[in-house]
């Protein structure tokens, strides 16, 4: 156990049990078949003939082409990809805000259809949907006590000013002296850059601003920003807290962006055409003033890159937000298995796996070995290589079509949210990092349906061994490195250590990963 000849056995001997399986059910088939033939001769006119239909395997239409194989994967950060995608996957009407070639749905009072309280959409991704809020008796409309964010939530008449970035709030009556909250629009509040929205509480002294435009839908104001560039920031800092504060409104909702970088929009166009079917409105550049009957000013966060079911009044979880990333790039559903299980029709086929790549850091130092040892352990290797650009539109399928992810610690394995469920994501762990490994990939790969294999590498796995000697305290001791603070852990964990795989040593850690799939 835990050598490669067992693992590649284990894997010869599924597909003999294949094979033997398509041979016998093809047997069942032809005794069947010559069953209803001998009974159609008994019950049919004597002169009837019988017309058979030969029936053909269909192919898993979501298997990519050999061309889409061979495209070149993408960046483990994935910055600089774009995407070319037009429209919502099923709905032939495109999103302005790539355009802007028409006004803002939802302008001139439009009314929009809203579905019943309590109703639950049948889709993938467990919608709750919308229900219009009503103005609170109070006048405290902004919530700062969570560590992590700031939120004000105005019900009734709302009035956004983007060239002041300031969203004033009408309260009925105004009974309130007025009040002021300057808001962090984001879901890290700690971050001195982040944008700040200014929320004004008009008093009964004040003159409300007159509207130039007048909408019946919810609006959401947020910012860009912060550390985005980096794709597990991009998911765990906006596209998470998007779609906790967001898909409540079932795309029925306008987003103002302040801090707005177009490169974000464009990469990730399929998210925000599944996150709202209207304009999409730069604040900063926003010469209107706008009137909405609801107004979120903030993204709400519960933890990095996680989701508690018990934080919201939806009881969102990150298997709703993995289905609900699949189904914006039109992903198969839940019902469809990982591929190497899903094409019974191929004996021959291996498990899949995708080997991320990084760049700079915590690279593998023995690349070829590590390949070749994937290769005796009977897997299909597919490489993701940080430094080749490809489009994310095409690069998610290609992660759908692999049954694993295999990487070292870093931002590359967020590209996990693309896998289906049961798929594994196989966990690199660089020495002295072992305390932050399963908060930040770990527990969010089991959250969201999927197998997750953790590696520990020892100290002769890592190349601080060598620059150090064992007597360092970098070798000797990682736990005194970490109390003296994360810049510390940053700079010899994170920044200056990179990886020679054991690939012995990590032979049992594949064989769980085979045992999950086959």
Known sequence: MGSPKAAKSMVKHRICRRRFGTLFAAALVAAVVALVVFSDLFAQDPNASSQFNTLRPVRDVSEPTGAEIGQSPNKEDLATVTSDQELDAGNSEPNQDFHGTKPAAGEGGTATAVPAQGERSTGESGLVPYTRCTPGTGTTVCDLSNQ??????????????????????????????????SIPAQSRKSLPWIKKVTVKLLNASQLEPSCTSRHSIPAVVFALGGFTGNIWHDVSDVLLPLFLTVHQFDRDVQLLITNNQPWFIKKYSAIFHRLTKHKIIDFDTDNQIRCYPHVIVGLRSHRDFGIDPNAGPHNYTMLDFRFFIRESYGLPGSEVDIPYRADKDDPERKPRIMLIERGKTRRFMNAPEVLQGLDWFGFEVVKADPRIDSNLDEFVRLVDSCDAIMGVHGAGLTNMVFLRSGAVLVHIVPYGIEFMADGFYGAPARDMGLRHVRYSISPDESTLLEKYGWNHTVIKDPEAIRNSGWEKVGEFYMSAQDVVLNMTRFGSSLLKAIEFIV
């Open 148 to 181: 992590r964010y700031d939120i004000c939530e105005l019900c009734g008449d709302a009035r956004t000013i983007g060239q002041s970035s300031t969203v004033m709030y009408v309260p009925q009556p105004r009974t309130s002296n007025g009040k002021e909250w």
